[in-house]
């Protein structure tokens, strides 16, 4: 006897999908077959893919541009050299530009490509002025590395836009080779060109459906490819590279808590040394006026006036301690506030000269009026100087801090009190340079990143 249920499932061995001729089963053959041309057509259509191309063909008019520039003044500038080094500035030049394009380029690759390529790690050692600058600028690995990008980009970009072209020109070709066939037979074109065979027709569009997918990747790829040699060549470079970096970090940290570690003694040393020991004092003079206040009302009195100079020397002292380590004049007003504070309190006459269309970060701050707060300290201890001049500029993300005095120069470099100021600089990736040559004058520049 038949199962009552058995009218209501599928067939005895019969698939309990859609059968391939119901409606469902063409809906679902429908909906592959979407999916599958979405699949395809996607990255045809994508921005990534267009932007990518865009991005390949741009290289090929900075390629021309930085190749032009770079090779004419580098070789100028080698072929000079031999005459009393006259080159050696038009060379300088040539990898101040591959610098420069360095930095143009990874902008375009974050513009075109979304690739945040980090510029290179800046040099942690202190110059000596300009000629210091130049000599670390012609021995710098960044700077050559830059300049061999700018000699590179162009043959790599006509490369790429060869290959880039290529693919798709010969896919769009294929699949529109129908249409010119077409065009041929039914607008009657009198063109001296026999119409394709039907068989040629579908070999065509046939190559050109296995192309059109493939030219996206292949334009991603090869902007993959473009990265990875900007990131090496004008981006942080190497593992090797990253690992002197560290090494450099690790040494310039050491500098700097070594030197704050110093700053912390000294900040002891005054308070045990000047502060503590005028209360102590003021403390003891208080205890005496009070014993002697009943009997000898006038010496009371005139212990407690000692007592009060004491207290005013005191906080003069206090107030001197906090304005060097940080005065709240910085806070509120600004960095050319508080040194033109320091200028007027110095024993020797200070001209400031500030121009900062916008106030630096707070770190950068502090950091600068250390800088000048101890060279004029300096100047007003040793350097024998009628005049000082300080001058605070900005350059891009860079703050610059320039003292002169005319005093009698010989300023050690490697001194305690410079070497602690060059310690503290690089531990924000600052430098310091120093120009004092016995007779004087005595020039003090810092450099330090300033973002706001």
């Known amino acids: 006897m038949a199962d009552s249920g058995a009218g209501a499932g599928p067939a005895a061995g019969m698939p309990a999908g859609p059968l391939p ?13 979407t999916g599958m041309l979405l699949r395809v057509a996607g990255p045809v259509v994508s921005a990534q893919t267009w932007l990518a191309v865009i991005h390949l063909t741009a290289g090929l008019i900075t390629g021309v541009v930085a190749f032009g520039l770079v090779v004419t003044l580098g070789v100028l500038g080698i072929s000079t050299l031999w005459f009393f080094l006259v080159g050696l500035p038009v060379l300088v030049a040539a990898l101040w530009l591959g610098l420069q394009l360095g930095r143009a380029e990874r902008a375009r690759f974050a513009l075109t490509l979304g690739a945040q ?6 040099s942690l050692s202190p110059g000596a002025g300009r000629r210091g600058r130049m000599w ?9 590395l830059h300049a061999a990008y700018a000699l ?3 043959p790599l970009s006509l490369a790429e836009t060869i290959i880039v072209t290529a693919f798709w020109s010969f896919a769009l070709a294929m699949l529109g080779l129908p249409l010119f066939a077409w065009a041929l037979i039914r607008l009657n074109w009198h063109l001296d060109v026999a119409p394709p065979r039907p068989g040629l027709l579908a070999v065509a569009v046939i190559v050109g459906l296995i192309l059109l997918p493939v030219a996206p990747r292949v334009t991603q790829g090869l902007a ?3 990265i990875a040699v900007a990131r090496y060549l004008i981006g942080p ?3 090797a590279d990253m690992t002197v970096r560290i090494g450099e970090l690790e040494q310039s940290r050491a500098r700097a808590v070594g030197s704050a570690e ?8 005054d308070l045990h040394d000047g502060a503590q020991q005028r209360l102590v004092s003021l403390a003891m ?3 005496r006026a009070r014993a002697r206040f009943a009997d000898d009302p006038d010496g009371a009195k005139a212990i407690i006036d000692q007592a009060h100079d004491e207290a005013k020397e005191a906080l003069t002292e206090l107030r001197n301690l906090v304005r060097g380590v940080h005065p709240p004049v910085l806070s509120d007003r600004g960095l050319d506030a508080a040194i033109s504070g320091l200028a007027a309190l110095s024993p020797v006459p200070v001209t400031v000269r500030a121009s900062l269309p916008d106030r630096p970060a707070a770190s950068a701050e502090a950091i600068a009026y250390f800088v000048v707060a101890e060279a004029l300290t300096n100047v007003a201890k040793h350097a024998r100087a009628t005049q000082a001049d300080v001058v605070i500029s900005r350059h891009g993300d860079v703050l610059c801090v320039v003292i002169r005095d005319d005093g009698i120069g010989g300023a050690d470099p490697h001194g305690e009190g410079l070497a602690g100021l060059a310690d503290r600089l690089s531990g924000v990736d600052g430098q310091l340079s120093v120009r004092s040559p016995a007779g004087g004058p005595t020039v003090i520049e810092a450099e330090l990143p300033c973002g706001s």
């Open 285 to 287: 003079n208080l205890g």
């Open 224 to 226: 993959a490819a473009d």
């Open 117 to 122: 390529i980090p510029a290179p790690p800046a």
């Open 237 to 239: 470079g190497s593992q």
């Open 136 to 144: 670390r600028l012609l021995t710098s690995r960044k700077a050559w």
């Open 21 to 33: 001729g119901s409606r469902n089963g063409l809906r679902s053959g429908k909906g592959t077959l």
């Open 152 to 154: 590179l980009r162009l």
């Open 262 to 269: 110093a700053e912390r003694r000294r900040i002891e040393r």
